[in-house]
């Protein structure tokens, strides 16, 4: 069953970090890109970060760049998203998200079941 689990969520105080990690089981991540994306309360999903399947090319959010990073280690089967000067509008369900290629516009083919990053003071 191919499956992706994020961990990493919680609450943190604006200015503050987290790392969020999504792991998958089932399939191999080497021949894919990934990707994060997040909804908040009442909006739609958006695209945050992606990473294609070699690690080589990145592409981030507007509202994300230079404060966030996506990186992955295919040995652990696990992509990473290091996420620094949390802000409270960064607040939202975090999802990680499988592409069907290496490349990152391509389709979605696995999602995970996402984790929550709450920014409160």
């Known amino acids: 069953q191919l499956q992706l689990v994020e961990s990493g969520g919680g609450l943190v105080q604006p200015g503050g970090s987290l790392r969020l990690s999504c792991a998958a089981s089932?399939?191999?991540?080497?021949?894919?890109?990934m990707s994060w994306f997040r909804q908040a309360p009442g909006k739609e999903r958006e695209g945050v970060s992606c990473i294609s399947s070699g690690g080589g090319d990145t592409d981030y959010a507007h509202s994300v760049k230079g404060r966030f990073t996506i990186s992955r280690d295919n040995a652990k089967n696990t992509v990473y998203l290091q996420m620094n000067g949390l802000k409270p509008e960064d607040t939202a369900v975090y999802y990680c998200?499988?592409?069907?290629?290496?490349?990152?516009?391509?389709?979605?083919?696995?999602w995970g079941q996402g984790t929550q990053v709450t920014v409160s003071s």
């Open positions: 998200a499988a592409r069907e290629k290496r490349y990152c516009s391509a389709y979605v083919r696995t």
């Open positions: 089932g399939f191999t991540l080497d021949y894919y890109a």
